[in-house]
């Protein structure tokens, strides 16, 4: 009788162990989940912050060199902006060399060479803003033919103007 107790208690304590194991896996399950959940969480965060937008990687790894097409209006808007606002720097010795120096440089057909005082001192006393419409439009002189913007219609007035200051400014 007695070893039939012990039998039924060992059953039943061999049950509640059972039972507890049972729920002991469960819930270790439960809690490795709970707990997996919290690295994936933590292993996107870091991911994100490493690679992420904020993290200057996009900025470290784009192309050097990239072309700015203008795709982007707000990006364009700001370039012409800057591009209406700024002063443009006319380099006049530049188109001088370019333009000019062919009959200026060492007085063509009758152009007043660049540097010849002289050549240059009556047509300085007409005053800079005859010299400018004359060089703009062009003039048929005394001495000979001066094409209009120097025979290149793609200057502007104020590159001329650039032009002629630079001229005078080498013969006075
Ligand atoms: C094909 C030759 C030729 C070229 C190129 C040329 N010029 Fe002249 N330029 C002349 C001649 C010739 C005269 C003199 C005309 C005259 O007074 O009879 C002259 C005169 C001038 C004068 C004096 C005008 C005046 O009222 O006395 C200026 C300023 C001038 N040129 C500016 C320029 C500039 C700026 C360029 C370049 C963008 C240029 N020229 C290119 C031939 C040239």
């Given at each position: 009788m007695s070893s039939m107790l012990s039998d039924k208690a060992l059953i039943r304590t061999a049950s509640w162990g059972g039972i507890g194991g049972i729920v002991l896996t469960l819930f270790l399950i439960l809690l490795g989940n709970i707990y997996a959940g919290d690295v994936n969480e933590r292993q996107r965060a870091d991911r994100n912050a490493r690679y992420?937008?904020?993290?200057g990687t996009v900025d470290r790894v784009k192309a050097v060199g990239q072309i700015n097409l203008a795709s982007s209006t707000a990006a364009s808007n700001a370039t012409t902006q800057v591009a209406a606002t700024a002063t443009p720097i006319i380099d006049g010795e530049k188109i001088y060399n370019g333009?000019?120096?062919?009959?200026?440089g060492a007085g063509v057909a009758g152009a007043p060479r660049v540097g010849d005082k002289d050549a240059w001192a009556e047509r300085i006393d007409k005053g800079v803003t005859t010299l400018y419409a004359n060089a703009i439009n062009g003039l048929q002189g005394s001495s000979g033919v001066m094409p209009a913007k120097g025979g290149n219609p793609a200057l502007s007035d104020d590159q001329m103007k650039a032009v002629v200051d630079y001229m005078i400014a080498q013969s006075n």
């Open positions: 992420g937008t904020d993290s333009s000019c120096v062919a009959c200026h």
